[in-house]
Every structure is written in C-alpha cells, then in structure tokens.
C-alpha cells in the first residue's frame, strides 16, 4: 500500500505577544507523525482539546502548523505557494462536524455544490448541473434537493449534502472532523455505511476525527490516540482496543458504554480533566491521571516507540 | 433510509411576483411604508407634471399665505408656491440621501468585511480611522467637509457618506468575525476559495439582512442631514428647494406663518417613516427562513 499522505513531527503553538498583554503561547500540537495508505482509514481520538481538530486542520493548511511537514503524494504542502495550495485543496477535502453551520444558508443546495467545479475547473452552473446530480444521487438525496436552501433539511441530510459537497472535486484525501458526532445514533449508522460505501466505490482515504471508540472500532483500519497534543499510541484498530498498552487508551476503552447491562464492569474511571495546554504537566503529560504513574513518569517524558511501525506508544510503565 | 423518505415534495417554484405579494399579505405595515414611498419617489420624479406652479416663481402679492385651492400648502415669503417646492424639494433630497446612502453602505461594508475578516493590523488600522470619524458628532464632520470643500451637490453626498459610513463599517464587522468562525467559511476556504470570494459570496450575502435594515435608516437619516446642513446654509444653494432650505426659510415666520416651515418638516418625516417601515419589510424578506 503506497502512502498518501506522511505527517512528520507536526507542532502547532499558538501564540500571542500584544502591547500591553501578558505574552502567552499554547502548545496544541507536539511532534505527530502518522501516514495514510491509499483507501485507509485512519482514526484519531482523544478528549476534547486533545488537538483533534487542530490537527485536521493542520492537514488541510487552514491553520499553518509551526514545526513539522504534510507530504501529501510526495509533495510538501506546507513548502508550496499560495497558488499551487489552492490546487492541491482540490485534492484533500473535509466534513465537518456541524451540518448545520457549514452550509452557507443564503445559498442553494445546487450553488454550493457548483461552486467548488467553478472554482477549481471553470465549469458553468449549466454544465454542472449532471455532476450536482450524480454526486447528490451518491449521497443518497433525491436531485431535487439542488433547488433547496439548506435550512429546509434535517441535520442527516445535511451531512450528506456536506459529504456530496467533499466529494465532488473527487478527492483522493477526506478529512472527517467529527463528522457524524452531532448526529443521532440510527442516522450515525447510515453515514458511516455511505462513508464507507463511497470510499469503496472511489478508493479514497480518511482521516476520521472523533472521541467516539465504537465508531472508530467499525469504521477505521488504524488508530492514533491523542493526550494533550501528542499521540500517546497507536496501531491497528483490532489490536489496539483488545491490547491497549497506554493507560490512556485503556482507560478509553473501559469509558465507552457497553449496551447490556449484565456485562457492565466496575469501571476504572478517569479522575480529573485533561491539564491546560498553555501550563502542561512535566515528564509525561498523562500522569497526574495516571494509575501506574511513577518517578520517572513526573521526570521524563516518554517517547514514542514500538516494535514495528504499525503498533507503536509513549509510556514507560505500559500496560502488560 | 428513513431521511431520505421525510424529504417534503417538491415545492413547484413560484414566481417572484407571486413571493412578494404574498410576502405583502403578511407584512401589511411594511406594505404601506413601501407604497408610501413609492409614492413619494414618483411624485418626486414626476414632480414637473405634478407641480401646481413653477417653483420659483415669486408672488410677493400672495406671500406668506395659508391653505387655499391655489396654493395647496400656501405660500412662502417671496410667494413661491410651497407644494411645488416640495416636490422638487424631494427630488434634491432623495437624491443625495439615497446616493449618498448607497456610497456609504457599498464602502462601509467593505471596509468593515476586509477589517473584520483579516484582522491583525488589518482590523486596527481601518477600525481606529472609522474611531476617529465617529470621535466627531456627525453634524461636524459634515458640516468640515462642504466648509472646506465649498456646498455643491457632489461635496455634499460626500460629506454624509464619509459621516455614516463609520457606522456601516462597525455593523459589517461585528457579525463578519462571527461568520468567519463558522465553519462554512472555514468549508470555503478548504475547498480552495480566495479571501475575495468567500468575502463577496460567502459573508456579504448573510450579513446583508443587517446592513439593509441600516441602510434603510440611515437613508433616512442622511435625508436629515441634507435638511440640516441645508437649514444651517450649507446645503445646495438657492434658490434650488430642498426640504432643508425650505424649513429654514420658513423659520423667520415661524410665529406668524408656522405652516411654511411645518409642511417641508412634515415632508422629511414621511420620507423617513415610509424608509423605516420598508427597512423592518426587507430585513424579513432577505432572510430564506422566514420566505415561506
């Protein structure tokens, strides 16, 4: 499997030094490294400000990471101009998480469909009208939805419509940024099994965003699992959720609901929040929450290291 | 596949005359103001055909008179004829306040959509300049501008579209750092849009609901200003009526013929009630969500 995408050592700092206000700088992304092989799925979990979402962006460029390279078909997009960017968004697209705030409402479904051919490959409203109605046909939404302003449809649909509108450049690269986290559960199932359809269909890859284990563990080949910034472990899906060796991962795993009562175990819940980026703890990140934490862990912190490259994590007392 | 099912049928398009007139029905407040201003535009257009006398013809013999079938609205000191003063009066006015209006709303929002959409030095710049017009109560920067330029109808529309343009800057920019946080616009800029197109495209068309609303009042507004500075001499020279100079010149009389300076007055005041009411009307009708 060739590699479409190589992120290496992606550090984000966001940062400020104003007139007149203290100076402050917020580590979201420390040293990412992952790939993804043509028609893979790759998932990335982790808390809520754990740099999910900072690190898809960093992906597509809408935020300029600080350190680090995305090589994505061997070329280094964050080495490339202003013009040859705008080429290559073509190429990798994104869902996002709220359907119903990333639809322009003042603009019809079949506008906002229309624009990004217009854009990138000076097609007419007219003559891409077919493409509209094929790509709306493959999400699943009957053509007449073209006419339709996005408020006259349910979240589901909207998603879909966000979906069609990702595809329709016919991207190699999809990046899904919590995409069907705001969704209900029967309506979650039906994305992901369009999702998965299409990436059959096209062959394209993913990169899944979410904090959700159960659709990472149907969903995605590989996993990354993120604390504070920096991915703490990952690997295959299968391997990972049955053998965790990160506490972090493991507790994850025991935190996801299980749906029958009589197998509910006593769960090893996770005392505390995830610390504030802008004042990390020392050593590793993870071990004021840890249960295995000890000396070394407060000193030093852990680097990412495994047997081969598919299974690989950051921890100095992993799990047995 | 249950969503797909909910989907509502098709609705078959209507056209936009049958939008409007049932937009209309519903809104019959607006209605009214927007005819009454209907009103007032065509008999300012037409205000040749319609005027009873020429507008500057003097009749010292009748002068300072009150209602009557010759003179509609009397007459004022010189004895020109005050419903035809009105009427062309209305066609300086309109003119400068919606032109000047328009001037302000199209440079207005986009300095406050550039300002607000890149931000950094960008933002402070065009936002202290904006600061710095506002520092002055607006009859004074006009009242700078026609006194350094000279009072002419182009110096004029300058001087009140530089005045409430500051205004038209800060409503565009507020909700502009609001929608560049939502994540069409990020969506845009991930499908390789430029900063000018989701600017035009993606924040002007839903940012327009406020600024029409603005617009609507500021017009009105502008059309006061004209009358002010108009009313200080600072307005289009005579002996060319406007609805400013009109009230002036009724103000040495004012205790014995009030009538000359009350019905220009009044004129002023169903222009900018007719704008008020037809501005609650298009901010409804601008918004997709509240069409059907």
Redesign the interface.
């Known amino acids: 499997m060739n590699d479409l995408l190589v992120v290496e050592g992606l550090g984000k700092t966001f940062g400020s030094k104003k007139f007149m206000q203290a100076e402050y700088a917020v580590t979201a992304l420390r040293d990412v490294s992952f790939t993804i092989g043509e028609g893979e799925t790759v998932g990335v979990v982790g808390e809520s400000g754990c740099g999910k979402s900072t690190l898809a962006r960093c992906v597509l460029d809408l935020i300029t990471p600080t350190t680090g390279s995305v090589l994505f078909d061997d070329t280094d997009l964050t080495a490339l101009d202003a013009k040859s960017k705008r080429e290559m968004r073509s190429r990798i697209q994104m869902i996002f998480q709220d359907p119903y705030s990333s639809l322009n409402g003042k603009r019809t479904i079949g506008k906002t469909l229309a624009e990004p051919l217009w854009v990138h490959e000076g097609v007419r409203f007219k003559d891409a009208l077919p493409r509209i109605h094929a790509v709306l046909k493959e999400v699943g939404m009957p053509i007449s939805a073209a006419d339709k302003y996005p408020h006259e449809f349910s979240g589901g649909q909207r998603q879909r419509i966000a979906i069609a509108r990702a595809l329709i450049l016919e991207p190699d690269l999809v990046i899904a940024d919590e995409a069907v986290s705001a969704l209900d559960v029967s309506v979650q199932a039906q994305v992901l099994l369009l999702m998965r359809g299409i990436q059959k269909e096209r062959g394209l890859s993913y990169l899944f965003i979410t904090h959700d284990l159960g659709v990472v563990r149907n969903f995605c080949d590989r996993v990354l699992v993120m604390y504070l910034g920096s991915v703490v472990e990952s690997g295959p899906v299968a391997e990972l959720l049955t053998n965790p060796k990160h506490p972090y991962t493991k507790s994850l795993r025991d935190a996801a609901p299980i749906p029958d009562v009589s197998k509910r175990q006593s769960l090893a819940l996770l005392e505390g929040e995830i610390p504030s980026p802008a004042n990390p703890p020392s050593g590793c990140a993870f071990h004021p929450r840890c249960p295995r934490a000890t000396d070394i862990c407060r000193k030093e912190a852990p680097k990412l290291e495994g047997t081969t490259d598919q299974r690989m994590f950051a921890c100095h007392n992993p799990e047995p | ?4 099912d ?3 049928p ?1 609705s078959e ?1 209507r056209s936009t005359a049958a939008s409007l007139l049932r937009l209309a029905r519903k809104n019959k407040l607006s209605t009214f103001g927007l005819v009454m201003f209907v009103l007032i535009l065509l008999a300012a257009v037409f205000a040749p055909l319609i005027a009873p006398h020429d507008p500057l013809a003097q009749n010292i013999v009748d002068r300072l008179q009150d209602r009557s079938a010759e003179y509609p609205l009397g007459t004022d000191k010189f004895g020109r004829d005050t419903f035809s003063r009105i009427l062309y009066g209305l066609r300086v006015s309109l003119l400068i306040g919606l032109t000047s209006t328009a001037l302000a709303m199209v440079l207005g929002c986009a300095l406050g959509i550039i300002a607000g959409y890149r931000g950094g030095w960008i933002d402070t710049v065009i936002m202290r300049c904006m600061d710095m017009l506002l520092a002055f109560p607006t009859l004074i920067t006009g009242l700078f501008i026609v006194a350094v330029l000279g009072a002419n109808f182009i110096n004029i529309v300058l001087a009140i579209t530089v005045t409430i343009l500051p205004k038209f800057a800060r409503v565009a920019r507020a909700p502009t750092i609001a929608l560049k946080e ?3 616009v ?9 900063d000018t ?1 989701i600017m035009s ?2 924040i002007a ?2 940012i327009m609901g406020e600024v029409v609303v603005l617009a609507s009042l500021w017009a009105a507004y502008a059309i006061r200003i004209e009358a002010y500075l108009s009313f200080i001499g600072l307005g289009v020279a005579p002996p060319t009526p406007t609805l400013g100079t009109m009230i002036r010149d009724g103000f040495n009389n004012i205790l014995d013929a009030p009538y000359v300076s009350i019905y220009p007055g009044f004129a002023v005041l169903l222009v900018v009630l007719s704008l008020n009411l037809v501005g609650d009307g298009l901010r409804d009708a601008i918004d ?2 509240l069409r059907d």
């Open positions: 596949m249950t969503t797909v909910t989907t509502p098709a398009t939502r994540e069409f990020e969506a845009a800029r991930a499908l390789g849009y430029s197109r495209i993606h068309p839903n997709p969500k």
